[in-house]
């Protein structure tokens, strides 16, 4: 009786071994037709390319959020010419604008959406394969240079109000700028003293424009208020002037520029703080020095802040978001400049 028991448990035991072995069978079978259908398909992608002799393929590797390409999949597979995704029978565009500042040129500008899945999937491929994508905004702007892809404007979300990147680019880049301080931890009364005399400059070094954050430091009564919100401290040393010029530079180009002089009784030359505008008496010498600065910090459009100080010129910071009112005195149109500069008009 036992034996029969043995003898069944047996069979059972190389049934379930036999079953499993058939699963694992079919399962071998499955993935090499899978393996053969994936070899045809590349066969297939390399024929288009070998059609197409300058393509080339780009991986794409975008951000967890972007989950609506090609369903859930995380990894794309572009085929690329010269910057341009190949598709039959579809004209893709050399640009793209995300954010609202082209919409006077003839570059198309869907918006810029919360979340990439709220674009529809055609506008998801127009914009991947776009030759350049115009203001995508500093979330997408970050994810898209992650991905290999050209913005425009280049260093222009990470400067934007960044007043210590801005200094730590100029001096890496050896570009004549006031003498500036940044101050983290303790003592750091002490130690700017050492570094600096009275009067000074303390700024917010993130975020702060319009001249808002700009502290003018006459002793360590103001150094210690200042310290007391400010951490780190951003430090320059003051520059007895009367005036700054903003030089707008765009792709390279000089756009505008202007004086910007302090109304009486303030030392801030911003125009939101009282301060007049002039077109008199510009130095070309300070035009050229501006654009030089924007093409060397590889800055796509910025106003620039220049004055002039013991006999040379110094940049003061780069505004990506800078004001209109230079512009609307000479009844310019910023937005029509920048569709103009576009469309090579």
């Given at each position: 009786m036992q034996e029969a028991r043995s003898e069944k448990r047996g069979e059972g035991r190389r049934t379930d071994a036999q079953t499993r072995g058939m699963e694992y069978g079919e399962r071998r079978a499955e993935d090499r037709c899978s393996q053969q259908r994936r070899r045809e398909q590349?066969?297939?992608?390399?024929?288009?390319?070998?059609?197409?002799?300058?393509?080339?393929?780009?991986?794409?590797?975008?951000?967890?959020?972007?989950?609506?390409?090609?369903?859930?999949?995380?990894?794309?597979?572009?085929?690329?010419?010269?910057?341009?995704?190949?598709?039959?029978?579809?004209?893709?565009?050399?640009?793209?604008?995300?954010?609202?500042?082209?919409?006077?040129?003839?570059?198309?500008?869907?918006?810029?959406?919360?979340?990439?899945?709220?674009?529809?999937?055609?506008?998801?491929?127009?914009?991947?394969?776009?030759?350049?994508?115009?203001?995508?905004?500093?979330?997408?702007?970050?994810?898209?240079?992650?991905?290999g892809l050209k913005i425009f404007p280049r260093n222009y979300y990470h400067f934007l109000g960044n007043k210590i990147a801005q200094t730590d680019l100029f001096n890496l880049l050896e570009i004549p700028h006031p003498r500036t301080g940044i101050y983290y931890g303790r003592d750091r009364l002490r130690r700017i003293e050492g570094d600096f005399p009275y009067p000074l400059i303390a700024k917010t070094p993130v975020g702060s424009s319009q001249g808002r954050g700009v502290f003018l430091i006459h002793g360590p009564k103001d150094l210690s208020k200042y310290l007391e919100t400010h951490n780190p401290a951003y430090i320059q040393e003051y520059l007895s002037t009367d005036r700054d010029l903003r030089a707008v530079v765009i792709g390279g180009r000089l756009v505008h520029a202007y004086w910007r002089i302090h109304r009486e009784g303030?030392?801030?030359?911003?125009?939101?703080?009282?301060?007049?505008?002039?077109?008199?008496?510009?130095?070309?010498?300070?035009?050229?020095?501006?654009?030089?600065?924007?093409?060397?910090?590889?800055?796509?459009?910025?106003?620039?802040?220049?004055?002039?100080?013991?006999?040379?010129?110094?940049v003061l910071e780069a505004n990506m978001v800078y004001g209109q009112e230079g512009f609307r005195k000479k009844d310019l149109d910023i937005y029509k400049m920048i569709a103009d500069l576009f469309t090579g008009t």
């Open positions: 590349g066969e297939k992608i390399r024929g288009k390319e070998a059609r197409a002799p300058a393509a080339q393929f780009r991986f794409l590797l975008l951000a967890p959020h972007f989950n609506n390409i090609a369903g859930s999949g995380l990894l794309i597979l572009l085929p690329w010419s010269d910057g341009f995704m190949h598709m039959e029978n579809k004209a893709l565009p050399p640009m793209i604008s995300l954010g609202k500042r082209l919409r006077k040129s003839p570059v198309r500008c869907v918006g810029v959406k919360p979340n990439w899945c709220d674009y529809p999937e055609e506008w998801q491929t127009e914009i991947v394969s776009a030759k350049k994508i115009c203001y995508p905004g500093p979330v997408y702007g970050r994810i898209f240079e992650a991905a303030d030392f801030r030359n911003n125009v939101a703080q009282g301060g007049a505008i002039s077109f008199e008496n510009i130095p070309a010498a300070a035009l050229d020095f501006a654009v030089q600065t924007a093409r060397k910090c590889g800055f796509d459009e910025a106003g620039l802040d220049i004055c002039e100080f013991a006999g040379k010129y110094l």
